[in-house]
């Protein structure tokens, strides 16, 4: 997905989104060599690249009896 913004500067930027597919789960290094090449391939033309990693994690804590309490907490990494 691309999406074009201003910035400050008056200057468009790109944003792209890399998702993993619904149902599938990565640890936040496993994703990143799991998309590599897709990325390589989408930042290439470009002369500037600025990334940022943001990720909603899902924490299962066990609760009393059997029930099962999900946390759920989204990151996002510094440029």
Same mark, same amino acid.
């Given at each position: 997905?691309?999406?074009a913004?201003?910035? %400050?500067?008056?200057?468009?930027?790109? @944003?792209?989104?890399?998702? %993993?597919?619904?149902?599938?789960? /990565?640890?936040?290094?496993? /994703?990143?060599?799991?998309?590599? @090449?897709? %990325?390589?391939?989408k /930042?290439?033309? @470009?002369?500037?690249?600025?990334?940022?990693?943001?990720?909603?994690?899902?924490? %299962?804590?066990?609760?009393?009896?059997?029930?099962?309490?999900?946390?759920?907490?989204?990151?996002?990494?510094?440029?």
């Amino acid at each position: 997905m691309k999406k074009a913004k201003k910035s %400050a500067l008056k200057v468009s930027a790109t @944003q792209h989104t890399i998702k %993993a597919s619904k149902n599938q789960t /990565f640890d936040p290094k496993t /994703f990143l060599v799991a998309v590599k @090449q897709k %990325a390589l391939e989408k /930042f290439k033309p @470009q002369t500037k690249v600025r990334i940022v990693q943001r990720t909603r994690m899902e924490y %299962a804590v066990p609760a009393a009896g059997d029930k099962t309490i999900v946390e759920v907490r989204n990151v996002q990494s510094k440029t």
